[in-house]
């Protein structure tokens, strides 16, 4: 048994996100690059240790490999501690049978005892789909202060946007009267962010009771939460103004990188007082040579450019040749962009190879119809050949031949 | 030779004079170079590389940015349950009186850590010296040859530091002769002062030394002994650069804008570690200019920026013009201000519309946290 601790976070990281596509095909989406150093699930684990959270479990299912080395023993996020740090937790086998998770509650349940172990007063349900930067502790102490039994994150969105989320009907002092999944014509523009905080007793009871129904499919949004609203406890939504993004598909996680160079957007990563921590690669400064042209864009170590880049974000030891044109792209670390190939309005994942003359995605005012249009994606390690041409919204993930 | 046989001690302050502006605030091996390095993390990159697992780093004097730097040794993997890193600040007993004035000193100070060493072998070097060196080979080198000693050697124009040793070598790379103070303006076989030994040889020279009331490892022990010892060379032809003063710390920086330069030092294979910093990718705003550059992470670049040197978190403002100068960690250069051939050290500010301009020969050096 551990010292008790107040408050432990548990991350949601089993998602597939098959929406991504090639992108999560042999990695989990929280492994997913973002920012030119940085992989989703640094900012939850960042605003975990910022906000003195220092126990952290990490429930992985889908493609955990790449996922479990990246975080090791969670030293990066200074949570490689005596007491609590950081916890890989995938599905094992107990005396009742083997089961995968069968949904976000049941991941869970099935480790009431990890978080038993350390006996908090509250738990705090994280997601590793979502960029932003958030200070926990003080939505606890609003848990706290509200004497509430479940407190939940909540965002205020555009009302066009409303329909994609889980919203809340709040009364004045912030409880919640009324959820509403997705609704097709919304009443309140209160979304939730996936950010909950529970008081562990309350939740580990209503753990057990949703198990025990066998008509649960085991999830918070749909079941958890909807079983203690109906049950009338206490629930809250902790008011979060900031930058917080779902980056869930090709599109989201395209705009998501390309907002770090919008002086708009209110993300800052160099804010010294919240920094963002990652597993940084080994390398050198990045290098721009005398034939280069870089415009509004973010540049990683280890980087060579000698082309022209702009509006892009470039991760680490990427290489621009000269006479190679990178722009509205993100290129993820490793991949080698060659002289007089174009890639525009494109994702390119890790160690790709752009041949000569090759041209990835298209702009929109290039294009005839702009339904046919979208962000082109290709995948880790894939080669396109001399000339060849990939269309927008492709996603390629075998090598392309060229063309003579 | 088994890697994990083998001590690694580096001296962490030799030279300190040659770059008085520099060390004036800190120690040799802290000394930042090429954009996101300290010195000394070329002389720990190279033991870890090899599989050296037990460095001991010899300091003398303000060594409180160094201690900053190298913490625990976790960035090359030096912190550790079975050996790792030892820092070895001076100590003073009867008969080692604290401040050392020589390499001897300073070893025979640390006699009782070599004692306690369980590994056969140790290799020592000094911090001005920006290489990239596969240890392993120098090693084998060292067993094949039967050596007594091995010194590191470059051919090339020696470093203008007095106690440089200059070597003639037979065709097996015996060294058959050692000079100091050699003023040649040819191309000369100079010592990189990285030396291999049985450990218990150099406890038995030190102590030698010592009762002889020697000082001068080169003279004393090397020079004196060429005939006596067999004393091997290793020919380095890599990337290997001695720091003999500000001028040439400022030219082997820009030799890094050379690719194969950058690609000799930083052969993946051979990494080098340094402390993490965690700062975001650098950011190139729009309008500004880059070329032939080398950027850390954490830089916001709105100006202009050619044949340069940018550290981390170096922030250059719109119409701001930097050329030919090396802008150390957090320094600022404002809007319209312009500099060339300006060493800026850390945390420096060029206020709007300043002027700041050294000659090809000469940079200016502004020192940590001015504001001009």
Not at chain 1, 253 to 261: K, M, S
Not at chain 1, 263 to 282: G, T
């Amino acid at each position: 048994m551990s010292k008790k601790h107040e408050c432990i976070a548990m991350l949601l990281a089993g998602g597939q996100g098959s929406r991504l596509g090639i992108l999560t095909k042999n990695i989990a989406k929280p492994a997913v690059p973002y920012g030119g150093k940085y992989r989703i699930i640094d900012f939850p684990l960042s605003n975990c240790v910022n906000s003195g959270i220092y126990t952290v479990g990490v429930l992985t299912q889908y493609q955990p490999l790449e996922l479990n080395d990246y975080i090791g023993n969670g030293q990066p996020w200074d949570l490689d501690r005596m007491n609590g740090g950081v916890h890989i937790l995938s599905p094992y086998q107990q005396i009742k049978g083997t089961e995968w998770y069968k949904g976000t509650a049941n991941a869970i349940y099935q480790n009431i005892n990890f978080i038993d172990r350390y006996n908090p007063e509250y738990v705090l349900i994280l997601s590793g789909d979502h960029i932003y930067k958030m200070d926990y502790s003080k939505m606890i102490a609003f848990h706290k202060e509200k004497n509430a039994d479940c407190t939940i994150a909540m965002l205020e969105v555009p009302w066009e946007e409303a329909p994609r989320f889980g919203l809340m009907l709040l009364n004045d002092d912030n409880s919640i009267s009324e959820f509403e999944e997705k609704p097709k014509n919304p009443r309140s523009n209160y979304a939730s962010m996936g950010v909950y905080t529970f008081t562990w007793k309350k939740l580990r009871e209503y753990l057990i009771d949703d198990e025990a129904n066998t008509h649960s499919s085991n999830d918070f949004g749909n079941d958890v939460i909807p079983a203690m609203h109906s049950a009338g406890e206490k629930m809250f939504a902790y008011p979060f103004d900031g930058y917080w993004k779902d980056v869930g598909t090709i599109d989201s996680l395209w705009e998501a990188n390309l907002d770090l160079l919008n002086p708009k957007v209110d993300l800052d990563l160099s804010d010294e007082s919240w920094k963002i921590y990652s597993r940084n690669p080994v390398t050198s400064p990045h290098y721009i040579s005398d034939t280069a042209d870089v415009q509004n864009s973010m540049i990683a170590e280890g980087t060579e450019i000698s082309g022209c880049v702009d509006f892009s974000v470039l991760f680490s030891n990427v290489t621009v040749e000269e006479g190679a044109v990178v722009r509205d792209s993100i290129v993820m670390p490793g991949t080698v962009i060659k002289s007089g190939a174009v890639v525009q309005y494109a994702i390119v994942a890790e160690n790709a190879v752009i041949e000569e003359n090759a041209v990835v995605g298209q702009r929109p005012e290039d294009m005839i119809n702009l339904d046919e249009w979208g962000v082109a994606v290709v995948g880790a390690s894939v080669t396109i050949g001399k000339g060849a041409n990939i269309a927008p919204k492709a996603m390629i993930d075998v090598d392309v031949k060229g063309v003579e | 030779m088994r890697s994990n046989n083998v001590l690694g001690i580096v001296f962490s302050y030799d030279y300190d004079y040659v770059l008085p502006e520099l060390t004036n605030l800190r120690t040799m091996g802290s000394v930042p170079f090429g954009g996101r390095y300290r010195l000394i993390d070329f002389a720990l990159s190279n033991f870890v590389n090899c599989g050296i697992s037990k460095v001991g780093v010899i300091t003398k004097s303000n060594y409180q940015s160094l201690m900053d730097h190298i913490g625990t040794g976790k960035p090359w993997d030096l912190s550790r349950k079975r050996e790792g890193m030892y820092l070895l600040p001076p100590f003073s007993n009867a008969s080692a009186a604290g401040m050392y004035a020589h390499r001897i000193q300073a070893l025979y100070g640390r006699l009782g850590f070599l004692n306690r060493s369980n590994e056969e072998y140790v290799v020592f070097c000094d911090c001005n010296v920006v290489c990239n060196i596969d240890f392993r080979e120098l090693l084998s080198a060292h067993d094949k040859s039967g050596a007594d000693i091995t010194i590191a050697y470059r051919k090339g124009m020696a470093p203008k530091i007095d106690d440089t040793l200059v070597f003639d070598l037979n065709a097996e790379n015996r060294i058959l002769k050692a000079a100091l103070k050699v003023n040649s303006q040819d191309a000369v076989n100079y010592s990189l002062n990285i030396y291999v030994m049985r450990k218990s040889l150099l406890e038995r020279l030190l102590t030698e030394a010592v009762g002889m009331n020697n000082t001068d490892f080169e003279r004393d022990i090397i020079q004196k002994n060429t005939s006596l010892l067999k004393i091997y060379g290793y020919r380095v032809d890599g990337f290997a650069r001695t720091i003999d003063s500000l001028m040439s710390y400022f030219n082997i920086n820009m030799e890094l804008l050379k690719r194969e330069n950058r690609a000799a030092l930083f052969d993946p294979e051979r990494p080098v570690y340094t402390k993490v910093r965690d700062d975001m990718p650098a950011i190139h705003g729009l309008g500004s200019k880059v070329k032939n550059s080398l950027i850390a992470d954490g830089c916001i670049i709105n100006g202009e920026v050619e044949n340069s040197i940018l550290f981390r978190g170096v922030r250059i403002a719109k119409n701001a013009k930097v050329k030919n100068s090396i802008v150390m960690q957090g320094s600022f250069v404002s809007e319209s201000a312009s500099i060339e051939s300006v060493i800026m050290d850390k945390s420096v500010v060029i206020t709007p519309n300043k002027m700041l301009c050294g000659t090809n020969n000469y940079p200016v050096y502004v020192g940590k946290s001015i504001v001009i």
